[in-house]
Protein backbone atom coordinates (compact mmCIF):
# COMPACT_ATOMS: atom_id res chain seq x y z
CA UNK A 1 0.00 0.00 0.00
CA UNK A 2 1.34 3.44 -0.88
CA UNK A 3 1.04 6.26 2.00
CA UNK A 4 0.57 9.74 1.75
CA UNK A 5 4.43 9.72 2.35
CA UNK A 6 5.47 7.95 -0.10
CA UNK A 7 6.38 4.74 1.34
CA UNK A 8 6.06 1.48 -0.42
CA UNK A 9 4.77 -1.77 1.46
CA UNK A 10 4.51 -4.94 0.29
CA UNK A 11 1.23 -7.50 0.49
CA UNK A 12 -1.89 -5.39 -0.55
CA UNK A 13 -3.02 -4.11 -3.66
CA UNK A 14 -3.93 -0.55 -3.43
CA UNK A 15 -7.55 0.52 -2.71
CA UNK A 16 -9.86 1.14 -5.63
CA UNK A 17 -11.51 4.43 -5.89
CA UNK A 18 -13.69 5.14 -3.29
CA UNK A 19 -17.53 5.21 -4.55
CA UNK A 20 -19.30 8.14 -3.95
CA UNK A 21 -21.53 7.80 -1.54
CA UNK A 22 -22.46 11.15 -0.76
CA UNK A 23 -23.57 11.77 -4.15
CA UNK A 24 -26.68 9.23 -3.54
CA UNK A 25 -27.46 10.93 -0.45
CA UNK A 26 -29.86 14.00 -0.24
CA UNK A 27 -27.00 15.89 0.83
CA UNK A 28 -23.80 16.23 2.07
CA UNK A 29 -24.75 13.61 5.77
CA UNK A 30 -23.94 15.76 9.18
CA UNK A 31 -21.06 13.75 10.97
CA UNK A 32 -21.25 12.80 14.78
CA UNK A 33 -17.81 11.75 15.94
CA UNK A 34 -18.31 9.94 19.54
CA UNK A 35 -15.11 9.60 21.49
CA UNK A 36 -14.83 7.67 24.51
CA UNK A 37 -12.16 8.25 27.22
CA UNK A 38 -10.15 4.72 28.00
CA UNK A 39 -13.29 2.76 27.12
CA UNK A 40 -11.42 -0.74 26.38
CA UNK A 41 -12.45 -2.96 23.27
CA UNK A 42 -14.31 -5.81 26.00
CA UNK A 43 -16.49 -3.14 27.51
CA UNK A 44 -19.54 -3.12 25.07
CA UNK A 45 -21.48 -6.13 24.87
CA UNK A 46 -21.63 -5.82 21.64
CA UNK A 47 -18.20 -6.63 21.64
CA UNK A 48 -18.57 -10.15 23.86
CA UNK A 49 -19.06 -8.29 27.62
CA UNK A 50 -20.63 -10.19 29.16
CA UNK A 51 -21.21 -9.01 33.04
CA UNK A 52 -22.91 -5.97 31.88
CA UNK A 53 -24.95 -4.35 29.16
CA UNK A 54 -24.93 -1.49 26.98
CA UNK A 55 -28.02 -1.81 24.90
CA UNK A 56 -27.93 1.63 22.80
CA UNK A 57 -24.47 0.99 21.75
CA UNK A 58 -25.17 -2.80 20.78
CA UNK A 59 -28.46 -1.08 19.24
CA UNK A 60 -26.08 1.30 16.90
CA UNK A 61 -23.34 -1.65 16.00
CA UNK A 62 -26.58 -3.50 14.91
CA UNK A 63 -27.23 -1.03 12.34
CA UNK A 64 -23.99 0.11 11.16
CA UNK A 65 -20.18 -1.50 10.87
CA UNK A 66 -18.40 -2.92 14.07
CA UNK A 67 -14.57 -2.78 13.48
CA UNK A 68 -12.72 -5.76 15.23
CA UNK A 69 -9.18 -3.91 14.26
CA UNK A 70 -9.98 -0.47 14.83
CA UNK A 71 -7.31 1.58 16.60
CA UNK A 72 -6.41 4.81 18.04
CA UNK A 73 -2.91 5.88 17.06
CA UNK A 74 -1.70 6.01 20.66
CA UNK A 75 -2.42 4.16 24.06
CA UNK A 76 -3.37 7.72 26.02
CA UNK A 77 -5.69 10.75 24.97
CA UNK A 78 -3.69 13.94 23.75
CA UNK A 79 -1.78 11.53 21.19
CA UNK A 80 -4.73 10.08 19.86
CA UNK A 81 -7.03 13.38 19.33
CA UNK A 82 -4.09 14.89 17.71
CA UNK A 83 -3.88 12.20 15.49
CA UNK A 84 -7.98 11.95 15.13
CA UNK A 85 -7.86 15.85 14.30
CA UNK A 86 -4.78 16.29 12.32
CA UNK A 87 -4.08 13.04 10.21
CA UNK A 88 -0.62 12.80 11.53
CA UNK A 89 0.84 10.11 13.70
CA UNK A 90 1.58 12.47 16.72
CA UNK A 91 5.17 11.04 17.17
CA UNK A 92 5.84 12.68 13.90
CA UNK A 93 5.45 16.18 16.66
CA UNK A 94 6.93 16.53 19.89
CA UNK A 95 4.96 18.26 22.58
CA UNK A 96 2.20 15.73 21.76
CA UNK A 97 1.66 13.47 25.13
CA UNK A 98 -0.24 13.80 27.92
CA UNK A 99 -0.64 18.04 28.66
CA UNK A 100 -1.11 19.16 31.96
CA UNK A 101 -4.35 21.70 32.56
CA UNK A 102 -2.57 24.84 31.65
CA UNK A 103 -0.35 23.40 28.60
CA UNK A 104 -0.53 25.96 25.29
CA UNK A 105 -2.60 24.68 22.24
CA UNK A 106 -0.49 22.41 20.38
CA UNK A 107 -2.31 22.05 17.66
CA UNK A 108 -1.43 25.63 16.32
CA UNK A 109 -4.01 28.33 14.50
CA UNK A 110 -4.47 27.73 10.56
CA UNK A 111 -3.76 24.33 10.46
CA UNK A 112 -5.17 22.44 8.42
CA UNK A 113 -7.61 20.01 10.60
CA UNK A 114 -10.58 17.29 10.15
CA UNK A 115 -13.01 20.79 11.41
CA UNK A 116 -11.10 23.53 9.28
CA UNK A 117 -11.58 20.95 6.09
CA UNK A 118 -14.88 20.32 6.97
CA UNK A 119 -15.61 23.96 7.59
CA UNK A 120 -14.24 24.78 4.14
CA UNK A 121 -16.93 21.90 2.91
CA UNK A 122 -20.31 23.96 4.24
CA UNK A 123 -20.13 22.39 7.77
CA UNK A 124 -21.10 23.81 10.77
CA UNK A 125 -18.31 22.57 13.18
CA UNK A 126 -18.75 21.82 16.56
CA UNK A 127 -17.04 20.55 19.59
CA UNK A 128 -18.13 19.53 23.14
CA UNK A 129 -16.32 17.58 25.66
CA UNK A 130 -12.85 17.06 26.82
CA UNK A 131 -10.22 18.92 24.93
CA UNK A 132 -7.22 18.02 26.34
CA UNK A 133 -5.41 19.12 23.55
CA UNK A 134 -3.97 22.47 25.17
CA UNK A 135 -5.10 25.94 25.22
CA UNK A 136 -3.73 29.63 24.69
CA UNK A 137 0.16 30.57 23.99
CA UNK A 138 2.03 29.89 27.00
CA UNK A 139 -0.12 31.29 30.08
CA UNK A 140 -3.64 30.96 29.71
CA UNK A 141 -6.06 33.79 30.79
CA UNK A 142 -8.71 31.68 32.36
CA UNK A 143 -10.57 34.91 33.29
CA UNK A 144 -9.93 36.25 29.93
CA UNK A 145 -10.46 35.29 26.48
CA UNK A 146 -8.94 32.26 26.31
CA UNK A 147 -7.12 31.81 22.49
CA UNK A 148 -5.79 29.81 20.69
CA UNK A 149 -8.24 26.96 21.40
CA UNK A 150 -11.02 25.11 19.50
CA UNK A 151 -12.17 28.37 17.69
CA UNK A 152 -8.55 28.76 15.91
CA UNK A 153 -8.48 25.26 14.58
CA UNK A 154 -11.70 25.03 12.45
CA UNK A 155 -14.53 24.81 15.07
CA UNK A 156 -17.51 26.96 15.16
CA UNK A 157 -18.42 26.46 18.23
CA UNK A 158 -17.13 25.07 21.18
CA UNK A 159 -18.28 23.75 24.77
CA UNK A 160 -15.27 22.33 26.39
CA UNK A 161 -13.44 20.90 29.28
CA UNK A 162 -9.34 22.57 29.02
CA UNK A 163 -8.12 18.65 29.81
CA UNK A 164 -9.21 16.00 31.95
CA UNK A 165 -11.53 15.55 34.90
CA UNK A 166 -8.95 14.47 36.95
CA UNK A 167 -6.80 18.16 36.41
CA UNK A 168 -7.48 21.73 37.30
CA UNK A 169 -9.08 23.92 36.49
CA UNK A 170 -12.59 22.17 36.72
CA UNK A 171 -15.20 24.59 34.45
CA UNK A 172 -16.41 24.47 31.41
CA UNK A 173 -15.49 26.79 28.49
CA UNK A 174 -17.78 28.36 25.76
CA UNK A 175 -15.98 29.22 23.14
CA UNK A 176 -13.32 31.66 24.58
CA UNK A 177 -14.24 32.11 28.02
CA UNK A 178 -15.08 30.15 30.77
CA UNK A 179 -18.97 29.67 31.89
CA UNK A 180 -20.77 31.65 34.36
CA UNK A 181 -17.30 32.92 36.09
CA UNK A 182 -17.76 35.15 38.42
CA UNK A 183 -15.26 38.32 37.58
CA UNK A 184 -14.76 38.78 41.31
CA UNK A 185 -13.63 35.45 42.07
CA UNK A 186 -10.98 35.02 39.58
CA UNK A 187 -9.46 31.40 38.52
CA UNK A 188 -5.47 30.99 39.24
CA UNK A 189 -3.74 27.78 38.48
CA UNK A 190 -0.65 26.36 39.74
CA UNK A 191 0.56 23.08 38.40
CA UNK A 192 3.81 23.34 40.58
CA UNK A 193 2.88 24.58 43.94
CA UNK A 194 -0.10 25.42 45.74
CA UNK A 195 -1.94 28.83 45.69
CA UNK A 196 -4.98 29.51 47.71
CA UNK A 197 -6.37 28.16 50.88
CA UNK A 198 -8.79 25.44 49.87
CA UNK A 199 -8.57 21.71 51.13
CA UNK A 200 -5.78 19.24 49.16
CA UNK A 201 -6.19 15.54 49.13
CA UNK A 202 -3.08 15.32 51.14
CA UNK A 203 -3.37 17.77 53.98
CA UNK A 204 -7.64 16.85 53.98
CA UNK A 205 -7.98 13.16 52.98
CA UNK A 206 -11.45 12.90 55.10
CA UNK A 207 -12.99 15.26 52.70
CA UNK A 208 -12.96 13.11 49.64
CA UNK A 209 -15.21 10.57 48.30
CA UNK A 210 -11.77 8.61 47.36
CA UNK A 211 -8.84 9.19 48.20
CA UNK A 212 -6.02 9.84 45.29
CA UNK A 213 -2.60 8.92 44.49
CA UNK A 214 0.34 11.39 45.10
CA UNK A 215 -0.46 12.63 41.61
CA UNK A 216 -4.58 13.19 42.17
CA UNK A 217 -3.68 14.61 45.91
CA UNK A 218 -3.91 18.31 44.96
CA UNK A 219 -6.74 20.93 45.03
CA UNK A 220 -10.10 19.19 46.25
CA UNK A 221 -12.74 20.63 44.42
CA UNK A 222 -16.62 18.12 44.92
CA UNK A 223 -14.97 15.75 47.44
CA UNK A 224 -12.33 14.72 44.50
CA UNK A 225 -9.30 15.84 45.05
CA UNK A 226 -7.27 16.85 41.07
CA UNK A 227 -3.90 16.63 39.41
CA UNK A 228 -2.88 20.58 39.80
CA UNK A 229 -3.96 23.32 42.32
CA UNK A 230 -6.38 25.62 41.74
CA UNK A 231 -8.26 28.71 43.56
CA UNK A 232 -11.22 31.29 42.72
CA UNK A 233 -14.12 30.35 39.65
CA UNK A 234 -15.71 28.73 42.43
CA UNK A 235 -19.51 29.38 40.88
CA UNK A 236 -18.30 28.36 37.15
CA UNK A 237 -16.95 24.48 38.95
CA UNK A 238 -18.34 21.74 37.12
CA UNK A 239 -20.51 18.98 39.32
CA UNK A 240 -19.20 15.65 38.13
CA UNK A 241 -22.07 13.87 38.72
CA UNK A 242 -24.18 16.31 36.82
CA UNK A 243 -21.56 16.71 33.60
CA UNK A 244 -22.44 14.00 31.30
CA UNK A 245 -25.84 15.43 31.36
CA UNK A 246 -24.39 19.42 30.52
CA UNK A 247 -22.62 18.32 27.71
CA UNK A 248 -25.23 16.00 26.35
CA UNK A 249 -27.40 19.28 26.36
CA UNK A 250 -25.03 21.51 24.87
CA UNK A 251 -24.45 18.13 22.09
CA UNK A 252 -28.27 18.56 21.27
CA UNK A 253 -28.67 21.83 21.71
CA UNK A 254 -26.12 21.85 18.58
CA UNK A 255 -27.30 20.30 16.30
CA UNK A 256 -31.25 20.93 16.99
CA UNK A 257 -29.88 24.51 16.06
CA UNK A 258 -27.95 23.45 12.94
CA UNK A 259 -30.50 20.60 11.68
CA UNK A 260 -31.42 22.09 8.59
CA UNK A 261 -27.98 22.05 6.91
CA UNK A 262 -24.77 19.68 7.38
CA UNK A 263 -22.79 19.86 10.56
CA UNK A 264 -19.74 17.92 11.77
CA UNK A 265 -20.08 17.50 16.24
CA UNK A 266 -17.18 16.19 17.81
CA UNK A 267 -18.49 14.71 21.10
CA UNK A 268 -15.77 14.15 23.27
CA UNK A 269 -16.77 11.94 26.46
CA UNK A 270 -15.35 11.64 29.57
CA UNK A 271 -16.88 7.84 30.21
CA UNK A 272 -14.92 5.45 31.81
CA UNK A 273 -12.33 7.84 32.49
CA UNK A 274 -11.30 8.59 36.15
CA UNK A 275 -12.08 10.33 38.19
CA UNK A 276 -15.52 7.92 37.92
CA UNK A 277 -18.18 10.07 39.62
CA UNK A 278 -22.38 8.69 37.50
CA UNK A 279 -25.27 10.72 38.24
CA UNK A 280 -27.32 9.07 40.84
CA UNK A 281 -29.31 7.56 38.38
CA UNK A 282 -26.87 4.84 37.18
CA UNK A 283 -25.17 4.13 40.68
CA UNK A 284 -24.65 0.32 40.97
CA UNK A 285 -26.43 -0.39 37.59
CA UNK A 286 -23.12 -2.54 36.25
CA UNK A 287 -22.98 -4.36 39.27
CA UNK A 288 -19.15 -3.59 38.39
CA UNK A 289 -18.41 -0.13 40.88
CA UNK A 290 -18.09 2.92 39.22
CA UNK A 291 -16.12 2.17 36.16
CA UNK A 292 -19.15 -0.01 34.87
CA UNK A 293 -21.62 2.52 35.80
CA UNK A 294 -19.79 5.24 33.99
CA UNK A 295 -19.96 3.10 31.16
CA UNK A 296 -24.02 2.77 31.40
CA UNK A 297 -24.26 6.20 31.77
CA UNK A 298 -22.02 6.59 27.89
CA UNK A 299 -24.46 4.24 26.90
CA UNK A 300 -27.28 5.82 28.15
CA UNK A 301 -26.67 9.12 27.11
CA UNK A 302 -25.16 7.86 23.30
CA UNK A 303 -28.92 6.62 23.23
CA UNK A 304 -30.10 9.77 23.56
CA UNK A 305 -28.43 11.50 20.93
CA UNK A 306 -29.33 9.13 18.26
CA UNK A 307 -32.90 9.55 19.68
CA UNK A 308 -32.67 13.37 19.26
CA UNK A 309 -31.50 12.77 15.69
CA UNK A 310 -34.50 10.41 14.98
CA UNK A 311 -36.40 13.07 16.82
CA UNK A 312 -35.47 15.89 14.68
CA UNK A 313 -35.77 13.26 11.43
CA UNK A 314 -32.10 13.49 10.28
CA UNK A 315 -31.12 10.12 11.43
CA UNK A 316 -30.74 8.90 8.34
CA UNK A 317 -28.72 12.11 6.74
CA UNK A 318 -26.02 10.77 9.47
CA UNK A 319 -22.97 9.34 10.08
CA UNK A 320 -21.72 8.68 13.19
CA UNK A 321 -18.47 7.28 14.57
CA UNK A 322 -18.05 5.89 17.88
CA UNK A 323 -14.63 5.08 19.18
CA UNK A 324 -12.42 5.60 22.48
CA UNK A 325 -9.09 7.51 22.85
CA UNK A 326 -7.56 4.87 23.87
CA UNK A 327 -7.43 1.62 26.25
CA UNK A 328 -8.94 0.53 29.42
CA UNK A 329 -7.71 0.83 32.70
CA UNK A 330 -8.86 0.04 36.41
CA UNK A 331 -6.53 1.42 38.71
CA UNK A 332 -5.73 5.49 37.31
CA UNK A 333 -5.25 7.61 40.31
CA UNK A 334 -8.35 7.07 42.63
CA UNK A 335 -9.11 4.38 44.88
CA UNK A 336 -12.90 3.71 43.52
CA UNK A 337 -12.69 0.11 44.16
CA UNK A 338 -12.68 -0.11 40.60
CA UNK A 339 -10.37 -3.21 41.12
CA UNK A 340 -11.86 -4.76 43.58
CA UNK A 341 -15.43 -4.60 41.60
CA UNK A 342 -14.39 -5.81 38.56
CA UNK A 343 -14.84 -9.44 38.83
CA UNK A 344 -14.22 -11.42 35.64
CA UNK A 345 -15.30 -8.78 33.42
CA UNK A 346 -12.12 -8.46 30.58
CA UNK A 347 -12.05 -4.78 29.70
CA UNK A 348 -9.81 -5.42 26.69
CA UNK A 349 -11.42 -8.57 25.15
CA UNK A 350 -8.54 -11.17 24.13
CA UNK A 351 -6.26 -8.67 24.00
CA UNK A 352 -3.17 -7.83 26.50
CA UNK A 353 -3.39 -5.02 28.86
CA UNK A 354 -4.69 -1.49 28.57
CA UNK A 355 -4.08 2.24 28.73
CA UNK A 356 -0.25 3.65 28.23
CA UNK A 357 0.43 -0.06 27.13
CA UNK A 358 2.17 -0.76 23.52
CA UNK A 359 0.35 -4.35 23.64
CA UNK A 360 -2.59 -4.26 21.62
CA UNK A 361 -5.22 -3.75 24.46
CA UNK A 362 -3.68 0.13 24.82
CA UNK A 363 -5.07 1.27 21.34
CA UNK A 364 -7.04 -1.76 19.81
CA UNK A 365 -10.26 -0.19 20.80
CA UNK A 366 -14.52 -0.28 19.92
CA UNK A 367 -14.86 1.41 16.74
CA UNK A 368 -18.88 1.62 15.25
CA UNK A 369 -19.72 3.74 12.22
CA UNK A 370 -23.35 3.76 10.95
CA UNK A 371 -24.94 5.78 8.37
CA UNK A 372 -28.33 4.43 7.83
CA UNK A 373 -28.59 3.22 4.17
CA UNK A 374 -24.64 3.66 3.30
CA UNK A 375 -22.93 1.96 5.88
CA UNK A 376 -23.64 -1.65 5.59
CA UNK A 377 -26.10 -2.97 8.84
CA UNK A 378 -24.89 -5.19 11.16
CA UNK A 379 -21.27 -6.11 9.17
CA UNK A 380 -18.35 -7.02 11.41
CA UNK A 381 -15.30 -5.99 9.41
CA UNK A 382 -11.55 -7.07 10.65
CA UNK A 383 -10.26 -4.89 7.92
CA UNK A 384 -7.32 -2.45 9.80
CA UNK A 385 -8.42 1.50 9.84
CA UNK A 386 -7.20 4.04 12.23
CA UNK A 387 -8.31 7.22 13.33
CA UNK A 388 -5.28 8.90 11.74
CA UNK A 389 -7.64 7.74 8.51
CA UNK A 390 -11.16 9.63 9.17
CA UNK A 391 -9.90 13.56 8.00
CA UNK A 392 -8.63 11.11 4.68
CA UNK A 393 -11.81 9.37 4.85
CA UNK A 394 -14.43 11.74 4.84
CA UNK A 395 -12.24 14.27 2.34
CA UNK A 396 -12.83 11.90 0.53
CA UNK A 397 -16.82 11.78 1.23
CA UNK A 398 -17.43 15.46 1.11
CA UNK A 399 -15.22 16.14 -2.02
CA UNK A 400 -12.34 18.13 -0.23
CA UNK A 401 -8.60 17.71 -1.31
CA UNK A 402 -6.19 16.97 1.71
CA UNK A 403 -3.30 19.79 0.58
CA UNK A 404 0.45 17.66 -0.34
CA UNK A 405 2.03 18.28 2.93
CA UNK A 406 -0.93 17.46 5.44
CA UNK A 407 -2.61 14.75 7.24
CA UNK A 408 0.49 13.15 5.91
CA UNK A 409 -0.69 9.67 7.32
CA UNK A 410 -4.17 9.59 6.69
CA UNK A 411 -5.54 7.36 4.27
CA UNK A 412 -8.87 7.30 2.34
CA UNK A 413 -10.53 4.17 3.41
CA UNK A 414 -14.44 5.47 3.29
CA UNK A 415 -15.84 1.92 1.45
CA UNK A 416 -14.10 0.07 4.34
CA UNK A 417 -15.90 2.27 6.83
CA UNK A 418 -19.40 1.54 5.11
CA UNK A 419 -18.49 -1.57 5.07
CA UNK A 420 -18.04 -1.81 1.35
CA UNK A 421 -14.53 -3.30 1.53
CA UNK A 422 -13.09 -5.50 3.95
CA UNK A 423 -9.08 -4.05 2.67
CA UNK A 424 -7.98 -1.56 5.50
CA UNK A 425 -4.45 -0.67 5.86
CA UNK A 426 -1.99 -3.46 5.64
CA UNK A 427 -0.02 -1.74 8.39
CA UNK A 428 -0.24 0.48 11.49
CA UNK A 429 1.59 2.00 13.80
CA UNK A 430 1.23 2.19 17.52
CA UNK A 431 2.39 4.29 20.51
CA UNK A 432 2.86 5.22 23.92
CA UNK A 433 4.73 7.02 26.02
CA UNK A 434 4.60 7.25 29.83
CA UNK A 435 4.47 10.32 31.59
CA UNK A 436 7.75 11.71 33.52
CA UNK A 437 6.67 11.89 37.52
CA UNK A 438 8.56 12.32 40.53
CA UNK A 439 5.73 10.73 42.22
CA UNK A 440 5.93 7.25 43.47
CA UNK A 441 4.49 5.18 40.44
CA UNK A 442 7.21 5.47 37.55
CA UNK A 443 10.47 6.81 36.41
CA UNK A 444 10.34 7.56 33.01
CA UNK A 445 12.41 8.86 30.91
CA UNK A 446 9.51 10.20 28.46
CA UNK A 447 10.42 8.37 25.49
CA UNK A 448 8.11 7.44 22.72
CA UNK A 449 7.44 3.51 22.25
CA UNK A 450 6.57 2.30 18.92
CA UNK A 451 5.21 -0.38 17.77
CA UNK A 452 4.12 -1.73 14.27
CA UNK A 453 1.64 -4.12 13.25
CA UNK A 454 1.64 -5.09 9.16
CA UNK A 455 -0.49 -7.83 8.17
CA UNK A 456 -0.87 -10.43 11.27
CA UNK A 457 2.68 -9.09 12.80
CA UNK A 458 3.13 -7.21 15.75
CA UNK A 459 6.21 -5.98 16.30
CA UNK A 460 7.74 -3.96 19.32
CA UNK A 461 10.62 -1.99 19.55
CA UNK A 462 12.97 -2.02 21.83
CA UNK A 463 12.65 0.13 25.13
CA UNK A 464 14.04 0.80 28.26
CA UNK A 465 10.88 2.49 29.62
CA UNK A 466 9.33 0.74 32.49
CA UNK A 467 6.98 -2.27 32.35
CA UNK A 468 3.90 -1.50 34.11
CA UNK A 469 2.41 1.91 35.21
CA UNK A 470 -0.67 2.16 37.70
CA UNK A 471 -0.99 -2.12 37.22
CA UNK A 472 -1.06 -2.31 33.31
CA UNK A 473 1.65 -3.35 31.47
CA UNK A 474 3.31 -1.49 29.16
CA UNK A 475 4.53 -4.22 26.85
CA UNK A 476 8.21 -2.48 26.95
CA UNK A 477 11.28 -5.10 27.16
CA UNK A 478 15.38 -3.88 26.20
CA UNK A 479 15.15 -6.21 23.19
CA UNK A 480 12.33 -6.46 20.19
CA UNK A 481 9.16 -8.43 20.49
CA UNK A 482 7.22 -10.36 17.99
CA UNK A 483 4.16 -12.12 18.12
CA UNK A 484 1.37 -13.20 15.45
CA UNK A 485 -1.81 -11.71 16.17
CA UNK A 486 -3.63 -14.43 14.31
CA UNK A 487 -2.47 -17.18 16.08
CA UNK A 488 -1.92 -15.16 19.20
CA UNK A 489 -3.93 -11.88 19.69
CA UNK A 490 -3.05 -12.25 23.72
CA UNK A 491 0.43 -11.38 22.48
CA UNK A 492 2.22 -14.01 25.15
CA UNK A 493 4.49 -15.75 23.07
CA UNK A 494 7.25 -13.97 21.35
CA UNK A 495 8.70 -15.09 18.73
CA UNK A 496 11.58 -12.71 17.84
CA UNK A 497 14.08 -15.27 19.36
CA UNK A 498 13.08 -17.92 16.74
CA UNK A 499 12.87 -15.07 13.70
CA UNK A 500 15.01 -12.72 13.74
CA UNK A 501 15.01 -11.93 10.24
CA UNK A 502 11.46 -11.57 10.77
CA UNK A 503 12.37 -9.28 13.43
CA UNK A 504 14.87 -7.49 11.39
CA UNK A 505 11.99 -6.95 8.46
CA UNK A 506 9.59 -5.23 11.00
CA UNK A 507 12.47 -3.43 12.71
CA UNK A 508 13.74 -1.77 9.43
CA UNK A 509 10.50 -0.68 8.03
CA UNK A 510 9.36 0.78 11.29
CA UNK A 511 12.47 2.59 10.98
CA UNK A 512 11.87 3.98 7.56
CA UNK A 513 7.70 4.85 7.80
CA UNK A 514 9.13 6.84 10.95
CA UNK A 515 11.80 8.75 9.13
CA UNK A 516 9.31 8.99 5.45
C1 LIG B 1 -1.84 10.54 33.80
C2 LIG B 1 -2.57 10.45 35.11
C3 LIG B 1 -3.84 9.68 34.86
C4 LIG B 1 -4.63 10.27 33.73
C5 LIG B 1 -3.78 10.39 32.51
C6 LIG B 1 -4.45 11.05 31.36
C7 LIG B 1 -0.91 10.36 36.90
C8 LIG B 1 -0.05 9.47 37.72
N1 LIG B 1 -1.73 9.77 36.06
O1 LIG B 1 -0.71 11.28 33.97
O2 LIG B 1 -4.61 9.60 36.03
O3 LIG B 1 -5.12 11.53 34.06
O4 LIG B 1 -2.64 11.14 32.82
O5 LIG B 1 -5.40 10.22 30.82
O6 LIG B 1 -0.85 11.56 37.02
S1 LIG B 1 -5.78 10.45 29.34
O7 LIG B 1 -6.80 9.47 29.03
O8 LIG B 1 -6.29 11.81 29.26
O9 LIG B 1 -4.59 10.25 28.55
CA1 LIG C 1 -8.10 8.55 27.44
Same mark, same amino acid.
Given at each position: MLTRRGLLTAGTAMLAAPRSFAASARRKPNIIVIYADDLGIGDLSCYGATRFRTPN???? #??????????????ATCTPSR??????????????TQILPGDAPAIIRPGRFTLPSMLKRAGYATGVVGKWHLGLGDGKVDWNGEIAPGPLDIGFDYGFYMPATLDR??????????????????? &?????? #?????EPTGFDNPGLLKFRGDP????? *??????? &??????????????????????? %??????? #????????????????????? +??????? %?????????? *????????????? %????????????????????PILFDGYEDRAVSLNGAHRMSGRFRSGKYS????????????????????????? #?????????ASIAGLVGEKLPRDQAVDSLDLLPVLLGRSD??????????????????????????????????? %???????? +???????? *????????????????????????????????KAAMLDRIERS
Open positions: LDAL #AARGVRFESGYATSYALLTGDYPWRASGVPTVLIENRRVVGLDPADP &IRVDYK #AKIGDEHSNT *IHNGISR &IGYMAGGKAARWVDEELTDVLLG %KAVDFIT #ARKDNPFFLYFAMNEPHVPRA +PHTRFVG %KSGRGPRGDT *IIQLDWTVGELVS %KLEALGIADDTMIIFSSDNGIFEGGTRVPMIVIWPGNARAGHVSQ #AMVSHVDLIHGRDHVVQDTKLMVTTGTTVASSGARILALRHGDW %KFIRASVE +PHEFHGNQ *IGTLPRHQLYNLASDPGERDDLAAKDPKRVAQ
